[in-house]
Nanobody, 124 residues
Framework: QVQLVESGGGLVQAGGSLRLSCATSGRLFSRYNMGWFRQAPRKEREFVAVISWSSSSTDYADSVKGRFTISRDNAKNTVYLQMNSLKPEDTAVYYC?????????????????WGQGTQVTVSS
C-alpha cells in the first residue's frame, strides 16, 4: 500500500509562484512513475505533469509547459511541482499519483494511488 500526502497549496496572486510537495510512503517509491493532476470545480480531472522513476523523463500538459516543473527526490520519497507565472485558470485541487506498472501515461484512470489533494487558488 502506498500513501501520498500533498502540501504547499494556497492562495496566490496571478503571476506568483507555489511549490507543491507530495510525500509518499512505501519502499518502492523510487521505481514508480509519478504524476500530478488537477481538478477544477465542475470539470474533469486533468493531467498536469509526469516524471519517470529515474527523473530522466518528464512531460507536461500544453497549458503548463514553460511555467511548471516537476521533480523528485527519491531519497526523500517526495515529488514536487514548482508552479511559476500562475494564472487564474490554474485554480484547482492538485493531486499527485503513483503509476506502478511502468506506463508512460497521461490518463488518470491508469494511476494506482492518489493523495487527498491540495487546493491552489490564483486570484486575478
Amino acid at each position: 500500500q502506498v500513501q501520498l500526502v500533498e502540501s504547499g497549496g494556497g492562495l496566490v496572486q496571478a503571476g506568483g509562484s507555489l511549490r507543491l510537495s507530495c510525500a509518499t510512503s512505501g519502499r518502492l517509491f523510487s521505481r514508480y512513475n509519478m504524476g500530478w493532476f488537477r481538478q477544477a470545480p465542475r470539470k474533469e480531472r486533468e493531467f498536469v505533469a509526469v516524471i519517470s522513476w529515474s527523473s530522466s523523463s518528464t512531460d507536461y500538459a500544453d497549458s503548463v509547459k514553460g511555467r511548471f516543473t516537476i521533480s523528485r527526490d527519491n531519497a526523500k520519497n517526495t515529488v514536487y511541482l514548482q508552479m511559476n507565472s500562475l494564472k487564474p485558470e490554474d485554480t484547482a485541487v492538485y493531486y499527485c499519483a503513483v503509476e506502478r506498472e511502468g506506463l508512460w501515461t497521461f490518463r488518470a484512470s491508469e494511476y494506482d494511488y492518489w493523495g487527498q489533494g491540495t487546493q491552489v487558488t490564483v486570484s486575478s
